[in-house]
């Protein structure tokens, strides 16, 4: 009996974070702003010179540099946070720890036995669901291989937080608050 293309199990397609362009289109506006309003103000003081509109343009790719999102990509095992300069990639099915990072922004810090680290931002995993199931399909099988010491908790956290974010987010799509 022979397979057709429909017998053959083809691995789930890599996820993306989807609100990555308007994120980036928001960071190019920031920055087309901030040297919109510098170089104005120079041309309405009269002191536009050359150096000044180096130095503004300088600042607003600075800006720009601060405020450019990583794209977060997932797919089979793997998750991946690409910025400006490099990749970061970690294999979740070998996931050793799970770390929370509070500060200015909160972060999930994720380290694989391979080395791997990569720090994302929470609500993107919470904005799309199907990054959340290749992270927690990962960190399952890294549970039952025995390879995630530490984070269980924190993914637990997570998990509950994302939950009641998008319960929040169906009761007010419906009208149900």
Do not use: Y
């Amino acid at each position: 009996m022979e397979r057709g293309d429909d017998d053959v199990k083809r691995p789930p397609e890599a996820a993306h974070d989807l609100r990555w362009a308007g994120d980036l289109r928001d960071a190019v506006r920031c920055a087309g702003v901030l040297l919109a309003l510098l170089l104005l103000v120079d041309w309405g003081t009269g002191r536009l010179e050359p150096w000044r509109c180096a130095l503004w343009l300088g600042l607003s790719l600075l800006l720009f540099a601060v405020l450019c999102p990583a794209r977060v990509s997932a797919g089979d095992n793997w998750l991946s946070s690409r910025g400006l300069l490099r990749e970061r990639r970690v294999r979740t099915d070998l996931l050793v720890s799970v770390g929370w990072l509070d500060g200015v922004s909160q972060r999930l810090l994720l380290r694989d036995a391979l080395d791997g680290r990569v720090e994302i931002d929470p609500q993107v995993l919470g904005d799309n669901p199907q990054l959340w199931f290749h992270l927690t399909d990962g960190a399952r099988r890294s549970t039952n291989a025995g390879t995630l010491k530490s984070g269980a908790v924190t993914l637990n956290r997570l998990s509950r937080r994302i939950d009641r974010e998008t319960a929040q987010a169906v009761f007010r799509n419906s009208g149900l608050e």
